[in-house]
Structure formats: C-alpha cells, structure tokens
C-alpha cells in the first residue's frame, strides 16, 4: 500500500494515520497514482474522497488564477519573425547583427532602479520639467525616405529614467511605411515619442505603447547593457552586455541612431 | 518536420507557458521564438509530444539563464502599469487587473522550481515529462507538485480574504 500517511489537504498539519497523504491525493488526482491499494482505500474513505474532490476544486482554481495572466499575442507575426531568422540565419537578418559597441555604451553599470513617468498630457503643466522634451522639437531625421509619414502636430510621449537593466520597448499597432528612430542617450533616460492619439503605458524598465502614427522617436539609456525593442510582435533589436543585435528593418544607421521602416 | 503544422501547434502554448513563468510579454515571445529556431535549427525530430516536451524544457532553461539573478526576474514581474493615457475605467478592468496581480503575486511567492513545475502541469505536461523538464526524480513531482499548489492557493486564498 503506497503512501497512506499524513495529512490531507486543509488540514493544517493535522495527521491522520490511515489516510492518503497529501501527495497521493495529488497524484490519484493527476492520474499518476494508479496503484489498485489507492483506489480500495479511496472507495472505502469519505474523508479522503472530500480531499479528492478538494483538490480538483484546487485545480480548477490555479487553472483559472493562471488564465488571468493570459494575454494576446500575434502568431502569425512570430511565425514570420522565425521564419526569417531561418532563412537567412541570425548573422544576416540585420546589419550590426553582434557588433561590439564601446564598452561605454552597454557595460556603464547598473544600480537600483527607478523613476519618474511623464506624458504628453503633463507637458501643459507651467513649469513641468517634461515640458522641453514633450513640446521639443520632433526629430531630425536625415533624408526622409518616400515612405516617412510626416506629423503636422507635436508628438506625444512617455519618458522614464532607467538605472539599472533590462529595459524593453514595445510598439504594438505600428502602421506600415512607419518610420521609427531609435537612439541611445548619454543619460539614463528611456522614452517613446509618436502622433497624437498614441498611448503608453509603463513598468518598471518597461515601456509599452499603441501607435496612432510616427514618425516614432524610441531614446533608450546608453548606461543599460540589455534592452530590447520589439514592434508588432517582431524583435528589432536586442542588446545584450557586449553586443547589439539588429533584427528589424533597417533603413539608415550611424553610430548612434538606427532608423527602421516598419513594413 | 512541417514548419507552419509545428509552429501553429507548438507555439502558442508555448509562449503561454514563457509569459506565465517569465511575468514579462516580451520575454515570453522572444525565449519562445528563440526555442522554436532552435528546434528547427538543430533538426529536432520526435514525435509531436516529444518536440513539445523538448521546446518546453528548453524554453524553461532559456528563462532560468534569462533570470537567473531573482531580484531581476522579480523586478519584470511588477507589471503593474504606473500610468497609462487611457485607463480603462469599467469595474470589470480592475477586477480583472487585481485577480492577474494576484495570480502573479502567488507565482512569484513559489520557489522558482516549483514555479516551472506548475506551469508545466497546468500546461498539461506528465509527471515524467515534468520530472525530465526540471531535472527531478519522477517520485518526487507528486510533492513537489502538492507544495507548490497549496502555497499559490494560499496566496489567492489570502487575497480573497477581507482586509
């Protein structure tokens, strides 16, 4: 006979010799406890037929806490983003694939976290310090391509100060032919910046935001050596301590600022 | 091995089971997208339980190198937005946001193995795929499972308690 010792679920270290422990209540309950004792004992056993029944309840109550923490994701874009590191093979899906970047950029250190969270809507407060970044002036984009859609308004925008890494940048719902700047500052400062009607929101080191339309302007903390920026589902860059990993569609680059199309 | 048959049986849950353990979106489809090229990079053959069996395992060791410092993984957990533009406003959201807060807040009060071993049983793994997974012995899955569940139902139970 296996395992008919201890105490049953909800029994707050209560024993009760003769009975199915708490682990076999689990197993027989998985399906994982098959031997013949088990089952005698169990038809035998109110006590342990409630426990039983306990835990299925259990179950049943973990799995649907669990798929609380559902969210939607896009197949179909991952699928693609797989497919076309299949096919042409991390090292060529973008130029600057594992490029060594100065070890100023990426390896400056980390320390405690934290920050202060600012909007477009925070840029009309007399004296806010957001003022100058939110109301600045859009960015200076070299040569636009055919495909740059143009902003007639200022942008709106969400900024955090980031000391310690990772960061990680989203854009879900980025139109096509949108074009997205993406540079690194001197100071910890991670930000996003796109058309009225965008909207953002934030963790810590964590900056997540709905295009209404571009250009998109992300500045990420040139102190943090991991950060990542992902747009529709698909990563475009990844930095890791020591090397930067461009996988998105690249149409102009430097030495500080990557410029991508979204297609 | 068909890529789009794999991919649209494979990854959804796979990346399910990323965002549950990570707590982080991103995360969950990046490890998820790298465990895919992986399988399909290195050939991997097997029968469908199989391939999801190993996708997990690996996805699972991708996540512990990802996180292996706690303070980091527990620092992404937080995903408590601390603005939005637009907040959503109906009764139903908060509740809904409260009751993912806690199932967070009680997958992250598991040790981090007994953390992969529930989400991989409530992903409907086996005990031996479970125990193969995390590097346990097969007998000892039943425990580990039965602590780990009663300290998550703890945490819900102590959330739905009156302050």
Not at chain 1, 58 to 85: C, H, K, N, S, W
Not at chain 1, 115 to 129: F, I, K, M, R, W
Not at chain 1, 198 to 217: D, K, N, Y
Not at chain 2, 86 to 108: G, N
Request: proline letters at 6%; aromatic letters at 6%.
């Amino acid at each position: 006979m296996s395992d008919f010792r201890g105490g049953l679920p909800g029994d707050a270290g209560a024993h009760f010799s003769g009975h199915l422990s708490e682990r076999a209540i689990v197993e027989l309950r998985d399906g994982a406890l098959l031997d013949a004792d088990s089952g005698i004992h169990l038809d035998g056993c109110e006590v342990c037929r409630n426990a039983l029944e306990e835990a299925k309840g259990r179950a049943d109550t973990i799995g649907a806490a669990l798929a609380e923490l559902e969210e939607p994701f896009d197949v179909g874009t991952a699928r693609e983003a797989v497919r076309a590191r299949l096919a042409g093979g991390r090292s060529t899906t973008g130029p600057g694939r594992d490029e060594k970047r100065s070890p100023s950029f990426w390896t400056l250190g980390r320390a405690a976290t934290f920050l202060l969270v600012t909007t477009g809507a925070l840029s009309a407060l007399p004296g806010s310090p957001v003022r100058d970044w939110i109301g600045g002036p859009p960015p200076q984009l070299s040569a636009p391509s055919e495909m740059v859609r143009t902003m007639a308004v200022e942008p709106v925008g969400m900024r955090m100060t980031v000391e310690d890494g990772p960061v990680v940048v989203r854009l879900d719902q980025v139109p096509s032919g949108t074009v997205i700047e993406v540079r690194w500052l001197a100071e910890p400062s991670l930000a996003v910046r796109a058309a009225p009607g965008s909207s953002f929101t934030s963790a810590e080191g964590r900056l997540q935001a709905t295009i209404a339309g571009g250009p998109v302007t992300v500045e990420l903390p040139g102190s943090i050596d991991e950060a990542s920026l992902t747009v529709n589902g698909r990563v475009y860059l990844r930095g890791a301590p020591g090397a930067l990993d461009v996988t998105g569609p690249v149409d102009a680059r430097d030495t500080e600022t990557i410029r991508f199309i979204v297609r | 091995m068909d890529f789009d048959t794999t991919f649209e049986e494979q990854y959804p849950p796979l990346v399910r089971y990323c965002h549950r353990l990570s707590g982080d979106r991103d995360t969950a489809e990046d490890i998820a997208q790298e465990a895919m090229v992986r399988l399909f990079e290195r050939d991997v053959e097997g029968s469908t339980a199989g391939i999801r069996a190993w996708l997990f395992k690996t996805a699972t060791h991708l996540i512990r190198d990802r996180y292996r410092g706690e303070e980091n993984r527990k620092r992404l957990m937080s995903e408590n937005p601390v603005m939005t533009t637009e907040p959503d406003s109906p009764e139903q959201a908060l509740e809904r946001m409260q009751d993912k807060a806690t199932a967070r807040r009680a997958l992250d009060a598991l040790p981090a193995r007994d953390r992969e071993m529930l989400l991989l049983r409530y992903s409907g793994f086996s005990y031996r795929e479970i125990a193969e997974a995390v590097d346990v012995a097969t007998t000892s899955v039943g425990t580990l499972l039965a602590r780990a569940e009663r300290r998550f139902s703890d945490v819900l139970l102590a959330a739905g308690e009156p302050a």
